[in-house]
């Protein structure tokens, strides 16, 4: 890994509305300079794209933007971002994604123009790659389409690049069903690794040619699988917080290709780049159950720069349309922050502790987000020489947090939960430092039908 | 004989392979379903016997304790491994017609959607209940399901979805079947949809989980 040490050492200084490396948009919001700003998210109603229904495709977004930016200039707000995660045929078809780029990008000038209000695009094309089994990474046709959406979205004003990618996915899918921490450090920290690496040397050099900033990636097919696993039961939750470790070392590859930020809000890990990189980061949590739940409702926003709704559809609410109750949610909750963030640092603080405080003893993935407890593992993240050595050191950190928290009878898990914990350690332990020889140990064990080692650079 | 029985049956509720497998703990040393099922059939049970008296039993506690979140699925996962071991022996009476299973279940991930985690967990607890399943894969279209009960006559069929884009597809394939082979049962599952959904479409049944399926199959089978 690139990085070698914390840009945050302090955990008071991992704090909401302030990053060390703000990102300035074309439109004057300064993510991470000061105050949050909200970052909305959205989908379509149940229906299906084709050429019959592209118009009213477009129809939605028109509406989604303008009744999302009415509603936040309504409640003053200092700045907004819209996400725009497109959905396949949107890819497939890059001049779907761009059209509504387009619309989106002259609603929100519109805005900028009339009335001041900032705002910018996130731009989020879906990783078609996922549509082939086995996956081609490197080869796949589908690469052309993305790489098109990308460069002609952003120059119809999508500003901000991010992307779910799914190097890996193959593989961990059935590693979290089976509760298997060994492949799920070598989907992440191996083949995640060197396909965030193909791919964000790719997107960083698009922005950069256009004068965009690439934002960042997020674990969301790998860690959020197995957050929403552990909610419905499935897996322990134990094992669902040592994924979100463990899928920092996979995430973190967008910054050293050059990312700068604000990273995606679905990435749960983005408190530990933050903390590592100094980048700005969106998060999403209580204004996430629309799209998901999750035992992370308000210790997810206490080091927020973009404050997130993960993803609505629009439909029509008793209050209006979905998307924008949901900027109304958001904007009350960034006007919280920001309102501690201009009383100064004791009453921010405060208001820190008591996110943290409501969430951090009743779920180990919970537990892991604390400032304190991002900064003890973090620092564990950067310890050794390679992506394998870093996740490995890493869960083990959060399985010590974890152990001590149920020590301390600070938190209570049933024993179907801590049964898990010797097995995890052991696992874990068992996981030579070298990339080679654990490379070596894994690939007699994996299912290699799953998966194309070339695709990998393997 | 019944001693056997209740050792296998119990080596596949613990989720125990075989001799040499260290799960789970309490039965190191032990013989595990392999063994059991080859010990069964040495001994002169029956290998209907050995389904209904040990194996089938095991799985509905299994699916039991899942469903009342006694247990997760890895272990559900290591009771199937366990049962796969078990089945494998007795695979040549299948073949035989000596014993049948309680029917035929075509799953599968419909058309746009590549998600199948929870597909394979329902295909996993369908076949552990007795059944013989055939699945389809991913990203199926109404031709591969049409096409699948066309070779296993009287098969029950199982659409999957994530996506609220991909559950739309759901509807056309429904009719898609329905029109083709029309006595055809059809259910639904995935995040997205629920019963309303399921009804709007024409499709016969809807299960939240896996055991929902698994019960109403097993309602049909008796």
Redesign the interface.
Known sequence: MKYKSLVITNPEDLMFGIAPYPVKTRRGLEIGGGQVYAELNF???????NNNTLQQVYEHYREIAEGALERALHLNSKGVVLELET???MTKTPQIGIEIVKIMNEICEKYYQKHGLASEIRLTPNDLR??E?PAKQRTSAYLEPMMELFEKGMIEGGDLLSIESTGGKEVS?DA????DIKTIVFALAVLGVRDMQFLWGKIVALANKHGKIAAGDSACGFAN?AMV?AEK????KVFAALVRVISVVRSIVAMEEGAVGPDKDCGYEGPFLKAITGIPISMEGKTAACAHLSPLGNIASACCDLWSNESV?NIKLLSGMAPTAYMEQLEYDARLMNQALIAGTVPSHILQQLLVASDVYTDPQALILSPENVIRISKELLKGDSYVANAKNGALKALDIIEEALASGKMKLPE?ETSYLPILRDELNSIPDNESDFIEMMLPVIDKSKFILAEYGL | MEELLEKLLEAVELGKVDFKSPYPPQLKGQDGALELTIKALETGVGPQQILENALVPAMDRVGKKFSENKIFVPQMLMSAKAMGASMLQLKPFFTSGEIKTKGTFIIGTVKGDLHDIGKNLVAMMVEGSGWTVVDLGVDVPSARYIEAVNNHPGAIVALSALLTTTMVNMGEIVSDIKANLSTTKVFIGGAPVNNEFCQKIGADFYAPDPQGVVEYLNRIAS
């Open positions: 989908t379509l109603p149940v229906m299906s794209i959905l396949l045929e996922e549509f089994r899918d979290l069903m089976n509760c699988t696993l039961k499935y897996i322990p559809q179907m």
